[in-house]
């Protein structure tokens, strides 16, 4: 079946200097906002955010961790400055230690990463109060209003942010390039303008000023950028509520920009009914989509890689010229001096989170673990940061048969982003819960008004469950024109005196490249067949891998390579600055470029990595010798840890956990429920009382701050917390997947003294809580059903 767009005329230019948004004057790269893109430094610029809260992590390791992001392809961090988690004693504000808003900011600086402060004063983050102090309602009669009572603290706030962050604008120099008022407020147009200038007045600056926009938000004209969401989960809807289906929308092709889920536990339906922001003066930017999705006791969603992946490229595919998602990395919440301070039932909000974890199954976890979602999303992002210039300013076209409403399966979903001649194609068919089915016997047709139409590929192909990808049309690699590939565009890389396009292909669908013939003079390619049609070269049965390298000499004289890896190996892909040059890394493990460093985060014993170009010399490695081979057109480097065997010197395979059933569990818990009828978190007594207790042997050599050792454990139950003594230390709520507990965490005397102690609550057969089909049957069980040590090395490389 061929699929049909029509492309548009171009529309007019978009609308420049009617915002009033102004960088520092005299800066190099000067931040502006049209009425469809941002442009940095005269140049279209697609900037991906990421949320990190600074204060739910360990500030030891912080530069890591920013590092990490930066190498999933995060440009921009953002974070929520938690009032209560600097303030929790009024007029006692501190900024110590895991609060140094600073040092964060400064690091953000220190490796090139923008960043973002999200000032509140209310942030919500699933924060006791939002993140108000619990004495602020004393104070003020009217929080979220321009209430003097509220505004005077507020006032203090916003002057200690700003001394904070004194000298760390653009005009000095540095990261700050927005910074985002409030959160979810959404019929206070006139509040918000008065904290705006509040922050102002207190030193505060940046050339972009921000606000959430989802749910009707009603904004005072022009003063603040609208930023977008989208979930592919919830926590915050009912147990038995099913998918929402402002969740499922996420997953078409659309120009609505709002979500009107998101929050509205706690919006009053009463002003859903505002006016949008007008998106003919505004491009489309978010800030939320979902990197993961946390958990509430009623409700707990399991989100798995693919949603974050298809929901982040279905939204560029959309318009979006902003990639902004929440969480990138989990975290965990401090323990208060008075209070714990998570949300929940206590403090009337309508969930009950757990009290320490806020892990949000984020790409980054809770103690940094990678997840596939954070492979699947970089890939992306080496898109963005190669041809974010070009999409930004092209339009998103939706096909001709649109799906006739949001349980629609069966209509392939697509979008093209065009300049009128070129453009990228984008195809979606993946959703959480209710898979799509096949396309068989699919081609496309995509006429441009500016150009000839093109009907592609050449020979029908499958779109396969749960795929979902990005096409060029006809893109310029130095001077090659490519008319289309069968295989989403990585990253370009500089290899011996010629471009090397990297491309991935599609699980299920064969590769094909079609290069337009009056840009070639000449062409080689590792296998498949290579034809004349009609004025172009076609490339056709190419076999993916890091040997699928066509050799390409142009018209002009250049050399171009187009480097087309499998679905897998593509998802191993990394572009830096390693040892002296930027290069094209390849490595199941992580990776981060730390100037004269680049360090391999890797839990095996023969951690390797490939590289295009090769340096001159293999990279010298700390502590081990290093073995080069070929693979395919790439160099690769095995680290050897004794230099030969790969077994890291003196050391044994770890052993299994020694867990010992202390006590089993009694019978469930009774249900309690709070606000909206939601089941509540049971009593801490019953941790006492009815759970099941293990104790769990921690080897000395595990308790150092830098072994890098995880315990994941495979549990069945309710609720289960750890403790080392009587200090609580980690805890989740059962939805199907392993515990982590980050041991470099746990106090180390504490823990050698008297190991880990496990409390494990069985969970009620009928308790209103719903969990996802991976948790099903754990009803009336809290049991451990086996555990593991993940002790992850980083090995440090320099140049040879």
């Known amino acids: 079946m061929t699929h049909l767009l029509r492309v548009p005329a171009p529309a007019a230019p978009p609308l420049t200097g009617h915002l009033p948004f102004a960088d520092a004057p005299g800066v190099s790269d000067p931040i502006e906002v049209t009425s469809r893109y941002l442009t940095r430094g005269g140049r279209p610029w697609f900037p991906v955010s990421g949320e990190f809260h600074y204060t739910r992590y360990p500030a030891r390791d912080w530069e890591e961790e920013l590092l990490k992001m930066k190498a999933g392809g995060v440009t921009c961090v953002a974070s929520y400055l938690i009032w209560i988690h600097h303030e929790e004693v009024e007029g006692r504000i501190r900024f110590d230690g895991d609060r140094d808003l600073r040092r964060f900011a400064e690091l953000c600086a220190r490796h090139g990463l923008d960043f973002i402060p999200r000032i509140g004063p209310w942030c919500h983050a699933e924060v006791r109060n939002g993140g108000f102090p619990d004495w602020l309602p004393a104070r003020a009669r009217a929080p979220r209003t321009d209430d003097p009572g509220y505004l005077a603290p507020v006032r203090t706030w916003f002057a200690a942010i700003a001394e904070q962050l004194r000298g760390l604008d653009r005009a000095h120099g540095g990261p700050i390039v927005a910074i985002q008022i409030e959160n979810e407020l959404y019929d206070q147009p006139g509040h918000l303008l008065t904290l705006k200038r509040m922050a102002r007045e207190a030193g505060l600056s940046a050339p972009l000023w921000t606000s959430t926009a989802w749910g009707g938000v009603q904004l005072p004209p022009d003063e603040l950028l609208p930023l977008y969401g989208g979930y592919p989960e919830t926590f915050w809807t009912e147990a038995d509520g099913g998918w929402p289906d402002t969740c499922r929308k996420h997953f078409f092709f659309t120009h609505q920009r709002d979500d009107e889920g998101i929050g509205a536990d706690l919006r009053p339906t009463t002003v859903r009914s505002g006016d949008p922001a007008p998106t003919d003066r505004f491009p489309w930017a978010t800030c939320e989509l979902g990197g993961g999705m946390a958990v509430a006791y009623h409700r707990r969603p399991r989100v798995e890689p ?65 997840r596939p979602s954070y492979h699947e999303l970089r890939l992306q992002h080496l898109l963005l ?28 979903r697509w979008a093209v982003r065009s300049d009128g001649s070129s453009g990228f194609l984008f195809v979606n068919n993946h959703q959480p819960h209710e898979p799509l089915p096949p396309h068989p016997d699919t081609t496309f047709t995509v006429d441009f008004p500016e150009a000839l139409a093109l009907t592609f590929p050449s020979t029908p192909v499958s779109v396969p469950v749960g795929a979902y990808f990005c096409w060029p049309l006809r893109l310029d690699v130095a001077g090659l024109r490519l008319d289309w590939a069968t295989a989403q565009p990585v990253c370009r890389v500089e290899d011996d005196g010629r471009t090397v396009l990297v491309l991935a292909a599609t699980d299920g669908i064969t590769p094909e490249l079609a290069l337009d013939a009056a840009t070639v003079a000449s062409v080689t390619a590792p296998s ?126 770890a052993a299994l956990p020694v867990i010992t059933l202390v006590r089993p569990a009694g019978p469930a818990p009774g249900t309690v429920t709070g606000p909206l009828g939601r089941a509540s978190v049971p009593a801490d007594k019953h941790f006492d009382t009815t759970a099941a207790v293990y104790h769990v042997d921690v080897p000395d050599d595990l308790v150092r701050p830098a072994a890098g050792t995880l315990l994941r454990i495979h549990w069945t139950g309710d609720v289960a917390r750890a403790y080392v003594g009587d200090t609580l230390v980690a805890d989740q709520f059962f939805s199907g997947g392993a515990w982590d507990i980050g041991l470099d965490r746990l106090p180390a005397d504490e823990l050698r003294a008297h190991g880990l102690l496990l409390r494990l609550l069985p969970l009620s057969a009928d308790a209103p809580v719903y969990l996802p089909p991976q948790a099903a049957g754990a009803g009336g069980t809290a049991v451990v059903a086996r555990a593991e040590w993940i002790t992850t090395r980083s090995w440090v490389t320099r140049a040879g």
């Open 306 to 370: 693919d949603d974050v992946g298809a929901l982040g490229l279905t939204k560029i595919g959309c318009g979006s010229v902003w990639q902004g998602y929440y969480m990138f990395h989990g975290g965990t919440n401090p323990i208060g001096d008075l209070t714990t301070l998570q949300e929940s039932h206590a403090t009337d909000y309508p969930n009950d989170l757990p009290l320490l974890t806020y892990d949000f199954q984020a790409p980054l976890g809770e103690y940094g673990q990678y």
């Open 385 to 412: 940061a190669d041809f974010g210039h070009l999409i930004a300013p092209m339009e998103s076209v939706l096909s001709e048969r649109q799906p006739a409403g949001q349980h629609d399966r069966d209509t392939l």
């Open 528 to 653: 498949g067949d290579v034809t004349h049609v009609a004025g172009r070269i076609l490339l056709t049965g190419l076999r993916p891998g890091t040997d699928a390298l066509v050799e390409v000499e142009t018209a002009d004289g250049g050399r171009v390579g187009l480097l087309v890896l499998d679905a897998a190996t593509a998802r191993t892909a990394y572009r830096g600055v390693a040892w002296g040059a930027e290069r094209l890394v390849l490595c199941g493990d992580g990776v981060v470029f730390d100037h004269e460093e680049v360090r391999v985060h890797s839990p095996v014993a023969q951690p390797s990595f490939a590289v295009l170009p090769a340096p001159g010399r293999p990279p010298v490695v700390a502590g081990a010798s290093v073995r080069e081979t070929a693979d395919g057109v790439l160099t690769r480097y095995t680290i050897l840890a004794d230099g030969g065997s790969g077994t890291r010197p003196g050391a044994q395979e």
